[in-house]
């Protein structure tokens, strides 16, 4: 199941739900990142090489939902409970935490 990024606050309220963001890291010292997310770059991201634990919610975010949709397809295919962004930081209007 896809939300939109205008959904996020609901997700970011909720324990059993974790945020990963799938963009590289120059991509979020630029533009910053959702607070709260954790960062799992696409072009390393290996389900299998992460302590991520199944029976939590996983809304993937990008920068306009295509690298997520990709991530998403591919957590599901592994047994993880993964949701799509729409919109992605491009389309995100709050808060934002950068890099130091």
């Known amino acids: 199941m896809d939300i939109n990024i205008s959904q996020i606050d609901t997700v970011q309220r909720d324990d059993n739900s974790v945020i990963i963001d799938v963009r590289e890291t120059d991509e979020l010292e630029l533009s910053g990142f959702l607070p709260g997310a954790v960062h799992y770059p696409m072009s390393t991201f290996d389900v299998d090489e992460t ?3 199944k029976d939590k919610s996983y809304y993937i975010v990008c920068k306009s939902g295509g690298r997520s949709k990709r991530v998403q397809d591919y957590m599901t295919s592994r047994g ?12 995100y209007t709050g808060p934002r935490n950068y890099m130091h």
């Open 51 to 53: 302590s991520l634990d």
């Open 80 to 91: 993880y409970d993964a949701h799509n962004v729409e919109g992605g930081m491009s389309e």
